[in-house]
Structure formats: C-alpha cells, structure tokens
C-alpha cells in the first residue's frame, strides 16, 4: 500500500504526555498544533489521530487505525482482536475490585448476591464475578467512579488503581486484583500483513527511543 500508515493515540489523560514523548524520542513529531485531531508527522508515511484512549482498540479492531498506544485494560475491555507489539514502560497500573473500609467484604468470597458493583470496565467486571459464580449487578459508569459507594449507588466497584491513594482517599481497600495493565504498542492484524515492513521499522524505532527511557 502507498498510503500513509495512520496510527490512535491518546487525545488526553495519563496516557497522551508520555505517548507524545515516546513519538518524539523516536524522531516523530506532530505537526498539527492546537485542537486538530488528525495531524500528519515529520514523518511521512505516517498520520496520528487523537481519540479517546478507550476508543483506540475499536479504531485499531474495525481498521481505521492502523497502529495504536493504549492501556492493555482497555484493549481487554474492548474485546478487540490485535496484535499487541510492545509493552510500554509507562500507564503502569492494576485493575481491582475494591470496596468500602468500613464494610465487612474482606475477600471476594464476602460480596453478597445481587452486589452492585460501578465500574468504567463493565465487560471484565462481569466476566470476572461470572467467574467466581458470583452473581452481581454491574452498573457502568463513565468517571468518579469510587464515588459510588460513597453515595449508596454501589456496594463496591471494579478500577484502575496505581498507588491505591485515590482509593485511600475515598474511603476504599482493594480486596483483588483482576489484571495488571500498561500503555501497549498494538496494530490492526490485517493492516500488520499490508505494512509490515514499515511497522517493524516503526517497532525498531520505538523500541530504540525505549533504550533510554527516562519519563
């Protein structure tokens, strides 16, 4: 293919600075200033989007993305079928079940039927407690989501956690851990075989500017 390789980055959040270093240590830099969310690079065979961090794995799995940097959670949560090419030493964190320290759910084995449990991960939550034969509702929520149990909406929840401060803070312990994430290097498979040699390169090149990565 001639056409330029197009790769979903990260619009905002913990993900975006450290992406944009990484692109930059590689000798890729945007382009495009301001609010654009498609932006051509120093390099040209080669285009950025700016999308939701969350978003990136659908881009990545229906193909209008060819490469993506995302967290390892949100490819899981997106059940998106890719090649996972590099694990990024940045966006390092643990998705747990947590619950208020004031209650009596100890362990997983404690989590009553019919629990709710508020969580922006709403497909690992459910294949998780269905895997526990745990019988839960899981309510889906977009932001604060340590909130809820706070306000009576939740029992417990299902998040991301790095230090466990903010569950501190919000009057949570982490009781289990479902899965460890980082920021992932990921490419659509069929855009993989149709590109292959300028993804490797771009590989190469990533894992060159990694050699001496200091966030």
Do not use: Q
């Not at 747990?96 to 084995?109: K, Q, T, W």
């Not at 312990?173 to 992932?184: F, G, P």
Request: contains cysteine; proline residues 5%.
């Amino acid at each position: 293919m001639n056409r330029r390789m197009r790769l979903a980055m990260p619009s905002k959040g913990r993900l975006h600075g450290p992406s944009l270093d990484l692109l930059r240590r590689a000798g890729i830099e945007l382009l495009s200033e301001g609010r654009s969310y498609l932006s051509e690079t120093s390099d040209p065979s080669l285009e950025v989007i700016l999308v939701r961090a969350k978003d990136v794995p659908l881009y990545l799995h229906y193909g209008a993305a060819d490469l993506g940097i995302t967290g390892y959670d949100l490819i899981v949560e997106r059940g998106a079928d890719l090649y996972e090419l590099l694990s990024l030493p940045y966006g390092e964190c643990k998705l747990v079940v947590a619950a208020p320290e004031d209650s009596d759910i100890r362990s997983i084995e404690d989590v009553e039927p019919g629990s709710v449990v508020a969580t922006s991960h709403p497909r690992i939550a459910s294949k998780f407690f269905e895997g526990m034969n745990k019988d839960v509702e899981v309510l889906e929520l977009e932001g604060s989501v340590e909130l809820a149990p706070r306000l009576g909406l939740a029992d417990l929840i299902v998040d991301i956690s790095s230090s466990g401060e903010t569950l501190r803070r919000n009057g949570l312990r982490a009781i289990c851990t479902i899965l460890e994430s980082t920021a992932k290097l990921a490419c659509n498979k069929v855009s993989y075989r149709a590109f292959e040699d300028r993804v490797e390169g771009l590989v190469r090149r990533i894992e060159g500017a990694l050699g001496e990565w200091a966030p």
